[in-house]
């Protein structure tokens, strides 16, 4: 079953504007990751952050996490026409297994 | 970071026969995962594959139906039996490197139809 819940699960925006997607999990885990994959591809790992962290910046993305709460965000600033893919969250727990959430598909429009 | 390979990069079966995926890594790694990709779905890890041991299986998922190998550090396989147009899926695999920090690096992907 998913550990995660991504929201929303679709997203368009135009070229220049910010996106930001959440991503919601339900048990305690060591780290949380974020990746994106284009139209059927394989998965690029983005950014991953770990259970102590509660911010994390790695370019134009930006994560958060917060524990307490047990959700996620992700930032991408100023998005480009290659920003459209989807992205999905996924939380690592013990033996380096990962859970991946619904994903939110991305659209930018040029 | 990993370069991984897979061969076929997809595939029309018909229902009732087997396709072998092979996953090849451009270095030595500890685990392999494989993962299921259903049309417009998430993914959903099948199994890990450790070298030398037998892989572990998730929730719903079985041996028979899904036999994998791992002969060496580089590489995996993984067999998909008996299909049904249900496995029609990307089959993707996917490595971390020793010693964390754990994120991991994905093939491109098997696309299976089975009609």
């Known amino acids: 079953s998913q550990q995660g819940e991504e929201d929303p699960q679709a997203l368009s925006i135009q070229e220049g504007e910010n996106a930001t997607m959440n991503c919601s999990y339900k048990t305690s885990i060591n780290n949380l990751q974020w990746y994106r994959q284009n139209s059927g591809r394989g998965l690029v790992h983005l950014i991953l952050?770990?259970?102590?962290?509660r911010e994390k910046h790695s370019g134009r993305l930006r994560v958060t996490l917060d524990t307490s709460k047990k959700s996620s965000s992700l930032l991408i600033t100023a998005s480009r026409a290659a920003d459209t893919a989807s992205y999905f969250c996924?939380?690592?727990?013990?033996?380096?297994?990962?859970?991946f959430g619904g994903g939110t598909r991305v659209l930018v429009k040029p | 970071s990993a370069v991984i390979s897979q061969k076929p990069s997809r595939d029309i079966c018909q229902r009732g026969t087997s396709l072998t995926i092979q996953c090849q890594v451009d270095?030595?790694?500890?685990?392999m995962f494989w993962y299921r990709q259903q049309p417009g779905q998430s993914l959903t890890l099948i199994a890990t594959?450790?070298?030398?041991?037998?892989?572990?299986?998730e929730s719903g998922f079985v041996i028979d139906k899904f036999p994998i190998s791992r002969p060496n550090l580089t590489f995996s396989t993984l067999t998909v039996s008996n299909m049904s147009p249900e496995d029609s899926s990307i089959y993707l695999c996917?490595?971390?490197?020793?010693?964390?920090?754990?994120?991991?690096?994905f093939g491109p992907g098997t696309r299976l139809t089975v009609t």
């Open positions: 996917s490595v971390d490197l020793p010693g964390g920090p754990y994120e991991q690096y």
């Open positions: 952050i770990r259970s102590n962290e």
């Open positions: 594959a450790n070298q030398g041991s037998e892989a572990t299986y």
């Open positions: 270095s030595q790694v500890t685990m």
């Open positions: 996924a939380t690592g727990v013990a033996g380096n297994k990962l859970t």
